[in-house]
Every structure is written in C-alpha cells, then in structure tokens.
C-alpha cells in the first residue's frame, strides 16, 4: 500500500494555527504556575483576577487541553492529505521517517527536563500552585525511559507529552485511517464524523481514553479527503463590511463551540454536560475549517509571527513546561508571576533553538532515511527469475 505525496505547497493558514495553538498552550501552562489560574482546574473558588478567565468565553486565550485538541485535528490533515494526491510514497519509507520525527526530540526533550529537575529539585508545598506540586516526581533513569518511550503513557517531569502517546498510535495506524478516509471520506463524511463524534463521547462516558482521542486525527482526516472542495468556500467571501462580518461570527461561534465546557456548558446539569464531548469536537474541526475557509482567518494565521511560532510550534511544545515548573520552584511561593512573566519569552527562545539545534537536524535525518529506503533495488521475487529464465 502507498500514501501520495502532496502536489501543492503547504497550507499557511493551518501553519499559523499550529502557532497559535502551542502558543495558547504555553499560556495556559504559564498561568497554572500561579495558584489562583489552577485553582479553575483544580475546582477551586477561583480569586477575582482569574473569574473573567474561567467560566466565560475569554477561557478560550488560555484553553491549552482544547488546543491539544486541534493539534489533533490538524495532525489527521496533514499526515491524511498526501494520500489525496496522486504522487507516490512507499509506506516503508514513510514508518522509520515518521518515528525518527517524532522519538528523537522527544528523547532529547525528556533529557532536557531531568536536568533542570536535577539541578533544581522540584520539592513543593503546599504554598505552590496545586499544578506545579503536580510535578513533584523523582528524576530518574527509570522514569525518564518511562517518558521517552510514550505508548505505556506519560507522567509529570514533562507532562505535555501525554499527547505524543496519541501522535504515535495515530502515525502507527495511518493506513487505516488513509484508507477509510481515501474509500468512503467523500461520499460517506457525514456518516463518518457522527461515528467518530460518537466514539468521543462513549470513550469520556466510559473512561477508555483511546476512543477520546484516536477518533479526533480521523476527523482529521475527513477534512483532508474533502479540502480541495472547501478550500474553494473561500470564494464566496469578499472583502465587504457584511462578509467580514460573517467571518467573524463564524470564527467565533467555532472558538465557543471549542470551549463550550467552559461555557456556556459549565452552566448544564452534570448528566448533560457529560457529553458536551460531541460539542468540543465539532469545534475543534470547525476552528480547522475556519483557517482554511475563511478568507479573514487565512490572512491572520499566514501572518509573520503566528507563522514563526508555527515553524517552532512541536519544540515549543517540547520544552515550555519544564522551563515553567522550574521557574515556579526557585522563586518565591508569593512571587509565582514570576514565572509566567519570565517564562513565556524565555521558553519562545528556547523552542527556537531547539528547533534549529534538534528538530531541523532531526526532519533533515529522517527525509535522509526515506530517500534511502526509497532508492533501494527491489530484488525480484523467485517467481520472477523462474519467468526470466
């Protein structure tokens, strides 16, 4: 079985997005260094200053588990869409190529997180944010294996990895989801996303965490067999007043739909809300589709700086926290703005390093790989030579 190569260039738009996403991210680990922000996650009476942040649609400036999900979303587009093509890539060369870009900044990463564990043991008490105290764990051999490797999960020295579990099991099973995307995405998508909708809810209603995930990169992937037709939505809007604001609305109505849990669904009887899940993943797809089908939203995303922050978007995501925890932990307990405030900038430069340092070296070692394994001589089976002869 093959998986296409991608005819056109990439799609700017979905770049920024992954920015804007690990930038979202980074915010949300930022502020749950400081007790009052945690407190919202920890369902506890949140102070004044954080109230405006929780339970109204401003949550949606630090919603990082929600933007995990377009990650996602995005990952099921990007992995799905050269299969739409008609260029050709042996699944062979694409397994080691796909690992490779994914294992070794990890591995890097978790390296990176047990030295500044060791250097600046995270002991916490109870004066710390209930978060920060959450990574209170020994830095050892054994647990940093336990990290790196990822499919048997992921604990706290550098808990963002908790996603790359998902990342990997969805890269392992591409073909499935290429395949069932590839065969019915076009003329079965409906039927299709209210099946991984569903799935969603029965994985939060019954605790399997696979079946909460996993479906999202296939949502993905249905919007990767269709986006040549919606990409040309974006034709039908102009640069007029009415049209902008349309735009608008729509993107915002994605953004609420995406954070509904927060509201307006915190304001449901629990029996409801429990399967607001179906409601956060029609948003998660819907804010994709807005950087791809609005005219207003392309421009934003293809911007300089959201671009930027897409190119670095995975080392970022690497390596923010442990920089963030460590932060949290040598200041003071009354001081925890500290970290936030010091962190964001500090942990922007070290994404960008460690993209040119390790993950530009790592995607140049893997396409390495690819071009290897696809230059290979293909040795004629023993029915060939038995029909040469």
Known sequence: MKVSAPTSSRIASLDGLRGTAALIVLLHHALLTMSGFAAVYWGLPAPAFAAPFAYTPLHVVWAGPEAVLVFFVLSGVVLTLPATRRRSLPWAAYYPSRLIRLYLPVLFAVAFAVLLARLWPRATDGRYSPWVQMHNEAPTVANALHNAFLLNGTTWLNSPLWSLQWEVLFSLLLPVYVFLAVRWGRDQWLLIGCGLVALIVAGEVTGIVALRYLPYFGLGSLVAANLEALTGLSDRFDRSRRSTLAQSALAAGALILLTFRWWPGNLLPAPVAQFSGAIVAVGAVLVVLVAVCLPGARRVLAS??????????????????????????????????????????????????????????????????????????????????????
């Open 304 to 389: 300089r700086p959201l671009m930027a922050a897409g190119t670095i978007s995975f080392s970022l995501y690497l390596v923010h926290e442990p920089i963030l925890v460590t932060l949290a932990v040598v200041t003071p307990p009354d001081m925890s703005w500290i970290a936030p405030l010091a962190g964001i900038p500090l942990a922007i430069a070290a994404g960008w390093l460690f993209y040119i340092v390790i993950e530009r070296g790592t995607h140049r070692l893997a396409r390495a790989v690819a071009r290897a394994i696809k230059s290979r001589p293909i040795k004629p089976s023993a029915s060939s030579r038995v029909g040469e002869s």
